[in-house]
């Protein structure tokens, strides 16, 4: 993927994603919250909660329209919202609900609620709106790790140090199934609604079936930290970035790694997010750097290099982005080469044809590998 921008802020960044206003949204292991413009990255908001927090922590989370924070105080059992738009604390959960420190947050996709989770095994749904209490989660013997709501927020699953995935559903509030991995869960990401994603403490991700809790497929078991997840808007890949500071890159329709260094960047990435429409990808660092690379962009490139019939320089180009193999632009190409070949083919059977023009028919495609040999 091309480069196109950085961001350079100068401390890690906590937690980003993007809203449903297409705005990126930032926290900083200073408290500093920032919003971006998507079109030129340009600064639209900014906020100064006050609450440093460690890089790595899962306590912070955004409403989907960006305009509340949700902020687990560090080493406490209060949450604090922020609201963006006013710029000030809208509310506190304190006393009452968790006797832990808090140790996720989440909200939904629809802006109506958060789930909150702590070390003393509990777990609560709140509305966002006014952080009055929803639902009380049945306490866990161990630390629930992590929540996440399913795409369409019917479903919200809580992953725990026991290594038990429980899926809840939110019109009834009634446990409708329980995955048990051997490991403590990290992270959860759904897939559709008929599959998740999980990443637990032995950096092993596998794929679940949500209808019956089935382990479906061992993704990766990595040697290196995994510290975040995304996929495609497709839901055809799965990037995961590591605490060396690659992005692996993997198909989930054929379940093989396609790159296991696919972006690589000098620093241990903290978050990495996908812009739906376009395929882009922002990855964020431990040093506070923000990086921008397009997908989009270099599509762009390869239609034009297809069009100007600079075939040599457009297959360059696929070997530098492995996702650049599965767009529209590619399958034009392949039809290029195959037209090519086929057209060889029939020079050599004609009395054995102009070797000549064969070769320079051929020559673009040389630079593959693959097509050199045959």
Avoid: C
Wanted: avoid cysteine.
């Amino acid at each position: 993927m091309t480069l196109t921008n950085k961001i350079e802020l100068g401390k890690g960044i906590v937690s980003m994603a993007l809203s449903s206003n297409q705005t990126l949204l930032t926290i900083d292991d200073g408290g500093n919250y920032r919003e971006y413009s998507l079109s030129e990255h340009k600064l639209l908001n900014s906020l100064k909660t006050n609450l440093e927090n460690s890089i790595w922590n899962r306590r912070v989370s955004f409403s989907a329209n960006g305009e509340f924070i949700v902020y687990g105080v560090p080493d406490n059992s209060e949450i604090n919202v922020y609201s963006t738009i006013s710029k000030e604390l809208k509310y506190k959960i304190s006393q009452g609900y968790h006797q832990g420190d808090v140790v996720s947050s989440v909200t939904d996709n629809f802006n109506k609620y958060f789930v909150s989770t702590s070390q003393d095994g509990r777990a609560f749904l709140w509305n966002i709106q006014t952080g009055s209490n929803i639902f009380s989660f049945p306490k866990r013997e161990k630390p629930i790790n992590i929540a996440r709501f399913d795409p369409t927020s019917e479903i919200v699953a809580l992953g725990g140090d026991d290594g038990i995935i429980q899926l809840y559903s939110i019109s009834t509030m009634k446990l409708v199934q329980t995955i048990k991995n051997e490991n403590p869960i990290r992270a959860i990401l759904f897939l559709s609604n008929k599959y998740l994603i999980s990443l637990d403490k032995e950096n092993k991700v596998i794929l679940w079936r949500t209808a019956d809790g089935k382990n479906i497929k061992v993704i990766i078991e990595h040697n290196a930290t995994i510290t975040k997840m995304t996929i495609s808007a497709d839901e055809r890949f799965l990037f995961l970035s590591t605490i060396k500071g690659t992005v692996i890159l993997y198909n989930l329709t054929d379940h093989k790694i396609v790159n296991f260094n696919y972006i690589n960047i000098n620093n241990a990435i903290s978050n990495i997010v996908t812009i739906q429409e376009t395929g882009d990808l922002i990855v964020s660092d431990i040093k506070g750097i923000i990086s921008f690379y397009s997908l989009s962009e270099d599509q762009k490139v390869l239609n034009k290099y297809i069009k100007a019939k600079k075939y040599q320089e457009a297959y360059r180009l696929i070997l530098q982005n492995d996702l650049l193999k599965f767009t529209k632009e590619a399958e034009v190409l392949e039809l290029v080469w195959k037209k090519a070949l086929q057209t060889s083919k029939d020079m050599l059977e004609n009395d054995g044809g102009d070797l000549l023009k064969i070769d320079l028919l051929l020559e673009p495609f040389k630079v593959v590998p693959e097509k050199k040999r045959l």
